[in-house]
Structure formats: C-alpha cells, structure tokens
C-alpha cells in the first residue's frame, strides 16, 4: 500500500470490524487503538538514537579514561629511564628520536590494547550472532585499531616532550 487513501480506508475498515467485535454502538467512543507501523518506526529509531548516544558517550569516556592511563604509564616510564635519557642525549641522540621514541612505546601499548580488543569482540559478535543478526564489518575494526592507535599517539605527546627536553646533565644526576 503506497497509497496513503488505500492505508487510511484500510484503517477506517479496520476500525469498524473491531468495533462490531467488541460489540460498540455509534455512539460509543473505541477503547482499543490502531497502531501504525511507522509510529512504531519512529518509537523504535528514537529509542536507538538514545542508546547509540548513550554508548557515544561511554566509548568516548572509556577513551578519555584509558588515554589518561597511558599517559600516566609513559610518565612513569619516562621517569623510571631518566638516566637512560641522560645516557642517550650525552651520546648526541636528538630531541626528535627521544620523542619518536616514547611516542611509538606508547603507540605500541595502546595498539596492543586495541588487538586484544579485537580479539575478545570479535568472537563474542560471532557468538551474539547466533541470536541477534550482528555483524563487524573489516572499516569498523580498521577504524578500532586507527583509533586506539591514534589514543596512543595522543597520550604519550605530553610525556615524550617531556622526556626530549630533559637536559643530559641533569638527567645523569637523576636518582
């Protein structure tokens, strides 16, 4: 029915046989309803919207949360190889390789992070699937990954600048 005359007659028909079902003289308002598959429709696509809100957030929080994580266990890491630093810029290491340097560490953990990610998700969809049609299609996990890869990028930026202006000096006296 493409016809919205043909649906409202079809509801108007509808509407009579029940009130003959239910025995309801013309006069009488209906105490039942028709519900329409579009209102349903909406119902069901705002309710989604919410949800899908919802879980925007939480990931973004997670992400947030996790981010700061990282960049915690990079300060520590940075200040656990203080001397290590020293070493390195005495020897003539450039700011730049010290920065690469923590910024890939903290890239790494982050992207190791998002492959075990993947590995527990992907069999839990597998098995979800079963039940409720689910699928992870290759650009949402590649997207993960770029992510989480990205996360990590992020977080270990304050930390290795810290680590490429360590002076040398100071660095070797660090205890």
Do not use: H, W
Not at 93 to 108: G, H, M, P, W, Y
Not at 117 to 144: E, N, Q, R, V
Not at 149 to 158: A, F, M, T, Y
């Amino acid at each position: 029915m493409s016809d919205p005359t043909d649906m409202d007659n079809a509801r108007e028909e509808l509407r009579g046989i029940m009130r003959k079902i239910r025995g309801l003289s013309p006069l009488q308002p209906d105490d039942f309803s028709i519900n329409q598959q579009d209102l349903l429709t909406k119902a069901f696509d705002k309710i989604a919207g919410i949800i899908g809100g919802v879980g925007l957030f939480v990931t973004a929080l997670s992400l947030f949360v996790g981010g700061i994580g990282i960049m915690n266990i990079m300060f520590v890491s940075v200040t656990e190889r203080t001397k290590e630093i020293g070493v390195r810029k005495a020897l003539g290491a450039r700011r730049r390789t010290i920065l690469v340097q923590f910024l890939i560490e903290s890239s790494l953990i982050c992207l190791g992070g998002g492959l075990l990610g993947l590995a527990f998700s992907y069999p839990l969809s597998m098995l979800i699937d079963k039940f409720l049609p689910t699928s992870m299609p290759l650009s949402i996990a590649i997207t993960g990954i770029l992510i989480s890869l990205l996360v990590g990028l992020v977080s270990g930026l304050i930390p290795a600048m810290r680590a490429s202006k360590l002076d040398p000096v100071e660095a070797l006296r660090y205890e």
